[in-house]
């Protein structure tokens, strides 16, 4: 089983949509967890952490169930610029571990 | 301005060449990594350096050989170079070790002719 297992896509979705990514991690002793952002070409960038209580930042809203060893994001009112791949990332011990990455879509 | 960099940005050398990238942080971090991105995109550690003392080493061929002369600078040297070697390498930084976000470097783009 991989460490950090993301749903790949391709997710092709139109302008206002919601779309939703899940993200599951093998090590329960995992103590950090963020999502990341990577356009083509480019170097991956935070997108925000994922904190146990849940928490949103504008559009996009993140979740974590530790007992799940489950993290989501969600998307809202999806817009062109939002098109990119999302990283999941898993924290422990001083090793981040990412996921293979969700590719989203965004079209007119 | 630039938090992360990393020179060269491409690189293209041939099977066997020796070829060092070198990375510099300027937002005193703690913490400096090296990571590989192959061609399916998945992004996979390779090295982290605390205070200039490694902590992380993947599997990784003992071909690659990074070094850091102080917390600012960790720098990848790659000797014989092969052709499963090409991908895109990338520098980052955290605060702290491991439990922070990451700044990442633009990324090296390595082709082995």
């Known amino acids: 089983r991989k460490e950090v297992e993301q749903d790949p896509g391709p997710f092709n979705v139109p302008e206002g949509a919601t779309v939703a990514f899940n993200c599951t991690y093998s090590?329960?002793?995992?103590?950090?967890f963020f999502w990341y952002r990577q356009d083509c070409r480019k170097e991956p960038k935070l997108l925000m952490s994922?904190?146990?209580s849940g928490n949103e930042d504008g559009r996009f809203t993140a979740q974590l169930n530790r007992a799940s060893q489950y993290i989501s994001l969600l998307i809202r009112d999806s817009k062109l610029s939002d098109s990119a791949t999302y990283l999941c990332v898993v924290n422990n011990n001083n090793d981040m571990r990412f996921g293979a990455g969700t590719r989203l879509t965004v079209k007119p | 301005d630039t938090a992360v960099s990393q020179t060269p940005k491409y690189l293209v050398t041939q099977m066997g060449n020796d070829k060092s990238i070198k990375c510099e942080q300027n937002l005193g971090h703690d913490t400096m990594y090296w990571y590989k991105q192959d061609s399916k995109k998945f992004l996979k550690i390779m090295f982290s350096?605390?205070?200039?003392?490694?902590?992380i080493n993947e599997t990784v061929p003992n071909r690659f050989s990074p070094k850091s002369p102080d917390k600012a600078h960790l720098n990848l040297h790659i000797n014989s170079l092969e052709l499963g070697d090409s991908a895109v390498y990338f520098c980052?930084?955290?605060?702290?070790?491991?439990?922070?976000?990451?700044?990442f470097g633009d990324g090296t783009r390595l082709s082995i002719l």
């Open positions: 090590n329960s002793a995992s103590q950090s």
């Open positions: 994922v904190y146990s």
């Open positions: 350096y605390n205070n200039k003392e490694l902590i």
């Open positions: 980052a930084s955290s605060q702290v070790a491991g439990s922070g976000p990451q700044h």
